[in-house]
């Protein structure tokens, strides 16, 4: 089956404990992307992939660091976290920017105390 | 910043009624789309539209990108309480590879 998973699924901690929310993909896709998604402020952009090796910011990326060594993961780091990054947060991946399709995660709930 | 306005935030409507969705911008974007989220759930593509003045129709929904491609809105026909949503436009600006979420429209379709 054609998805997106992410891992962990929920997740609470402390500010300044490091963390690390996985992604991986099984359509073969070459864009990949975070956001999270606040009451009253939509879905905003953190980081996105356009291929292996190859990220960028986002519109949010302050407090955040991405990797893409393999096409299929796209894992999202928080070195040190703080309560203002507790959030609902989504790994979406495409095809490639011909379709600007994107295909949504579950979503990881992370709550920074 | 790029923005994408959505309105209404809330509509609460009885079945069998229409609502408009609008979604605005002064943006230009390569192409729009609009998602819908269930509770717990990641978004899930609706339609994409690309070319301005596009229509597009899917069942009772009907999609349209503006002229300019600045603006879209979603129409329901005798919306359903299946339709109750979170209902998210979304957009590629031209030029980059960044993607703009509105901030949604929340609709309850009562029976």
């Known amino acids: 089956e054609a998805q997106v998973t992410q891992n962990p699924r929920y997740l609470i901690t402390v500010t300044g404990k490091k963390l690390t929310v996985t992604c991986s993909q099984n359509?073969?896709?070459?864009?990949m992307s975070w956001y999270r998604q606040d009451p009253g402020l939509g879905l905003r952009q953190i980081y996105y992939?356009?291929?292996?090796?190859?990220?960028d910011k986002g519109d949010v990326p302050e407090g955040y660091k991405v990797s893409r060594k393999e096409k299929r993961n796209f894992p999202l780091i928080l070195e040190s976290p703080s309560p203002n990054q507790t959030s609902l947060y989504f790994c979406?991946?495409?095809?490639?920017?011909?379709?600007?399709?994107?295909?949504f995660g579950p979503g990881t709930r992370l709550t920074v105390l | 910043t790029q923005l994408l306005e959505q309105s209404p935030q809330f509509l609460s409507i009885q079945e069998g009624e229409n609502l408009t969705v609008y979604c605005n911008s002064s943006?230009?974007?390569?192409?729009l789309q609009w998602y819908r989220q269930e509770p717990g759930e990641g978004p899930v593509l609706l339609v994409t539209?690309?070319?301005?003045?596009e229509v597009k129709k899917l069942k009772r929904l009907t999609f349209q990108f503006g002229d300019a491609r600045k603006d879209s809105s979603l129409h329901i026909t005798a919306a359903q309480p299946g339709d109750t949503g979170l209902y998210l436009c979304?957009?590629?600006?031209?030029?980059?590879?960044?993607?703009?979420f509105g901030t949604g429209t929340r609709l309850k379709v009562l029976a």
């Open positions: 359509m073969n896709h070459e864009y």
């Open positions: 992939s356009m291929n292996v090796e190859v990220t």
């Open positions: 539209v690309v070319t301005g003045g």
């Open positions: 979406a991946s495409s095809l490639g920017l011909a379709t600007d399709t994107q295909y």
């Open positions: 979304a957009g590629r600006a031209s030029g980059t590879y960044k993607y703009i």
């Open positions: 943006s230009v974007f390569s192409s």
